[in-house]
């Protein structure tokens, strides 16, 4: 029966972030139940002694899937954290163990997984997840257990001060962190861009309606207008069509050099094309949501240059920091990429563990009873501070990192050059 | 807002309405013959651009020569996918429900335009790419520069749009005017019982009609992928419903009218999206937002002065 009522395929393409793009096939919620009762040890965590204590590293990210690739990379990394932990005794008489459960994108199966590792009294916190929303269905699962929830991925700002970040931010859930930046500092890094590196003082901006594109205008226009530039025109796009003749026409009309596109991909690439094929040849600005290699494709290929997207956090490989986590990721042989977010993830994991390093060192240096230690570890976790492989890891009064990093990356020649401009807000 | 700005408007207009156009007349056919709207033809619509975009794919030395070359191929593939869909759908969906109430047909249409979508989704596949399309894909493109005309800028996809459409119109008016086939669909139209003791096989009538359907708007796919670039796999949904509004603004039951509510539609939305916001009393309901709602305003007066729509006859309901 589970078939019946499991959520069905949606028609269209999620509304919301890219990252959200949650298309999953119809699933069987039985399936989840059973994959919430891997737990494999539980003899451990009984007395601290001298003898090596096991501890478990929840971790959550879709692993199969449209997303898998991205998850498996954020998996690696965390495993390769938790080995290189008990290689160099992080936390001495304390062997790591990662748990890897898989949420497909979805929030309530991530909501599950949080209720599995709660039950877990092995699992001691929890690394993830890839999508904000998915953070946010774990966020008081895992709260109500004051486990520590560690991202290195999820950048909407409501998860850490809440829905009125803008004029009223409230830390609601103090056992989130993460050490990725968020978006709500992009989109003046954006404006800043446009009007400052690209000279654009007067620009068009194209939202489709959603609430990540107007959300993205809104912050953008608001930055751009206080940098001294200004909104030509303003026009909304139908993202369940594709022609854009309208808007394209009102855009060469109002005498604007460029243009900023609140909204994602999918709608992003068929827009610039269309631009370029109605003789507009100014750059054309995004989110991060319009930051994906689909985009040039569908722009036209050679009519994608110009497209200019942020993303949150510096490009890894343009890091000095993160060159021995480079090294060593490749030295594992993992199959996939770390990606994007694989050096953030990997701080993650590394600052959780420190952060039961040092709630096992107040516990007299014994481990105890892991549900006694988890609040401990919450605590601790606020305090943590190291050099990581994304930089300074350290987290704010609202479980934000304190190292907010915002990258530019421009579409030159047919793919996107990363990092053309990187920017450290904070 | 000078003088050319209004022609580039209107010649987008008229573009995107001759698209609708093409959509609607197989809404109409359809109606004038069965009385039953075949909502499942919108994705009819969206087949064919998928069919020419697999062929292209698939069909090894299609990408090496020039578009316009292949394009035929394109053509001929969009329909044969679209065709064999509509009178599949004709024999297996809508024949086994004739007779039945209205409404059956009515949620069959809904029913197999959501499978039709899902089959799209979930398993057409790209050489070297996964299964299923979650997103738009990218179309082909017709080398070249866009043509200038006056101040109007018209790409060669927009320019065979109207030339397939006119032709398509010339042909079909001919076809059903003219040809045998072409008056037994008319004489069908008029009263099937009749018909059929005349010796007319109204089966076959009936399944010319949706394949002259699907025919046209597998063209207008391709046309449009060409146009705008992508074709996604649930394009057929606004394309359909903005097709089946074209076919009740110009009279449902009535080709001609399918296409002039199709050019009216179109040009209504590119004025309203572009001419209204440089207008000082109505500015504020102007721009690409608002061409949605001026397109239904001028279907619902439309339909309040003339019910029967633009071009149709005012004949009574045989239901």
């Known amino acids: ?426 | 807002m000078t003088a050319t700005d209004v022609l580039q408007l209107l010649a987008d207009g008229l573009v995107l309405g001759t698209m609708y156009g093409l959509i609607a007349v197989g809404y109409t056919m359809v109606y004038g013959i069965l009385q039953i709207i075949n909502f499942a033809h919108g994705e009819i619509y969206m087949l064919g651009g998928f069919g020419a975009l697999f062929v292209y794919a698939w069909v090894p030395g299609l990408r090496a020569v020039s578009l316009w070359l292949a394009l035929p191929v394109l053509l001929v593939a969009a329909v044969v996918v679209s065709v064999a869909a509509a009178v599949a759908a004709e024999r297996f969906a809508y024949r086994p429900l004739r007779g039945a109430p209205r409404l059956a047909p009515l949620i069959t249409a809904i029913g197999l335009s959501l499978f039709l979508q899902q089959v799209v989704f979930n398993f057409f596949t790209l050489p070297g790419g996964s299964v299923g399309v979650t997103a738009p894909v990218p179309f082909p493109q017709l080398p070249g520069e866009p043509l200038h005309l006056g101040g109007v800028t018209l790409s060669h996809a927009a320019l065979l749009t109207l030339v397939v459409a006119a032709l398509a119109m010339v042909v079909l008016t001919w076809f059903v005017a003219r040809t045998r086939t072409g008056r037994a669909m008319q004489a069908t139209a008029q009263d099937p019982k009749t018909a059929r003791l005349m010796g007319i096989d109204t089966d076959r009538v009936i399944v010319v009609a949706f394949a002259i359907g699907a025919l046209l708007a597998a063209v207008a796919c391709v046309t449009q992928g060409l146009r705008l670039g992508t074709i996604s796999y649930n394009m057929g949904f606004i394309a359909g419903l903005k097709g089946f509004t074209a076919a009740v603004l110009g009279g449902i039951g009535n080709i001609k009218g399918a296409m002039l509510g199709g050019v009216v539609l179109g040009v209504a939305e590119a004025l309203a999206s572009g001419l209204l916001p440089h207008l000082p009393a109505l500015h504020m309901f102007g721009g690409s937002v608002w061409k949605d709602v001026w397109a239904f305003v001028i279907l619902i007066v439309v339909l309040l002065i003339r019910p029967q729509g633009l071009l149709g006859e005012r004949i009574a309901d045989r239901a």
């Open chain 1, 1 to 426: 029966m589970h078939r019946l009522i499991a959520d069905a395929p949606d028609a269209r393409p999620r509304s919301g972030r890219s990252r959200s793009l949650a298309l999953a096939a119809p699933l069987l919620a039985g399936s989840l139940v059973l994959s919430a009762c891997g737990t494999r040890d539980d003899g451990s965590g009984d007395d601290g002694g001298q003898e090596a204590t096991t501890v478990t590293i929840g971790f959550d990210a879709p692993l199969s899937k449209d997303l898998a690739a991205v998850g498996l990379g954020m998996r690696n990394s965390a495993q390769l954290a938790v080995k290189q932990a008990n290689k160099n005794e992080l936390v001495p008489g304390v062997t790591f163990e990662l748990a890897a459960k898989d949420d497909q994108a979805t929030p309530n199966i991530g909501q599950q997984n949080a209720a599995a590792f709660v039950a877990d009294t092995s699992v001691i916190g929890v690394v993830g997840a890839y999508n904000s929303s998915v953070s946010a269905a774990m966020q008081s699962t895992l709260h109500d257990a004051t486990m520590v929830q560690v991202s290195g991925a999820n950048t909407a700002a409501t998860l850490t001060q809440g829905a009125r970040y803008k004029t009223d931010p409230q830390r609601e859930y103090d056992n989130y962190f993460r050490t990725i930046s968020t978006d709500a500092v992009a989109a003046p890094v954006m404006a800043e861009y446009f009007f400052k590196d690209l000279r654009i003082k007067k620009i068009a901006t194209v939202d489709d309606k959603k609430t990540y594109g107007t959300g993205i205008v809104e912050n953008f226009t608001e930055a751009y207008e206080k940098l001294g530039g200004k909104v030509a025109v303003h026009q909304s796009i139908n993202p369940d069509e594709s022609d854009y003749a309208a808007v394209v026409n009102s855009v060469k009309s109002s005498g604007a050099q460029g243009v900023f596109y609140g909204g994602e991909y999918p709608q992003a690439g068929p827009l610039k094309k269309q631009l370029v094929a109605a003789g507009f040849d100014g750059p054309m600005g995004g989110g991060d949501a319009v930051k994906d290699d689909q985009l040039i494709p569908l722009a036209g290929g050679k009519s994608a240059d110009g497209v200019c997207a942020h993303s949150d956090g510096a490009p890894v490989d343009s890091l000095d920091s993160a060159k021995s986590f480079v090294a060593d990721y490749k030295a594992a042989g993992y199959s996939e990429g770390y990606g994007v977010f694989g050096a953030y993830v990997y701080d993650a994991t590394t600052a959780l563990m420190k952060a039961v390093g040092a709630a096992v060192e107040a516990n007299d240096g014994k481990v105890g009873d892991i549900a006694q230690l988890r609040p401990k570890v919450v605590d601790a976790m606020q305090k943590v501070a190291f050099d990581g492989a994304t930089g300074k890891v350290g987290f704010d009064a609202y479980g934000d990192s304190v190292n907010q990093v915002i990258s530019v990356n421009c579409v030159q020649d047919g793919a996107w050059k990363n990092g053309v401009k990187i920017v450290t807000v904070k």
